[in-house]
């Protein structure tokens, strides 16, 4: 398994941006696809967006496409999730997490490794 640990949460106001990161280490971050996950409170946890070790595949939650995006850069042991034209339904802690294959996509049982999340908050 590989450690994460994300940053970059907090409170904006409707319409506004954050940028999410995932820093890994522990084992060889380039080996792992990775994916960004969210719960907001009394909801299960849900799929936001995936990329693979490549970075040539990228797949998106329906609620956050167009208005979210994931990247990664190898040589950091870092993801990103830039999140745009941010609404209150937004609000829930992010998780990131590793899955020990070239492509993942959005069953929760493909992530072998979890950060402790990140919560981001959305005001109307």
């Known amino acids: 398994q590989v450690q994460l640990v994300e940053s970059g949460g907090g409170l904006v106001q409707a319409g506004g941006s954050l940028r999410l990161s995932c820093t890994a280490s522990g084992r060889t971050f380039s080996a792992y696809a990775m994916g960004w996950f969210r719960q907001a409170p009394g909801k299960e946890r849900e799929f936001v967006a995936s990329?693979?070790?490549?970075?040539?595949?990228?797949y998106y939650g329906d609620p956050v496409k167009g208005r979210f995006t994931i990247s990664r850069d190898n040589a950091k042991s870092t993801m990103y999730l830039q999140m745009d034209s941010l609404k209150p339904e937004d609000t829930a802690v992010y998780y990131c997490?590793?899955?020990?294959?070239?492509?993942?996509?959005?069953?929760?049982?493909?992530?072998?490794?979890w950060g402790q999340g990140t919560q981001v908050t959305v005001s109307s």
């Open positions: 990329i693979s070790w490549s970075r040539r595949s990228t």
């Open positions: 997490a590793a899955a020990p294959t070239v492509v993942a996509g959005r069953g929760i049982n493909e992530y072998d490794s």
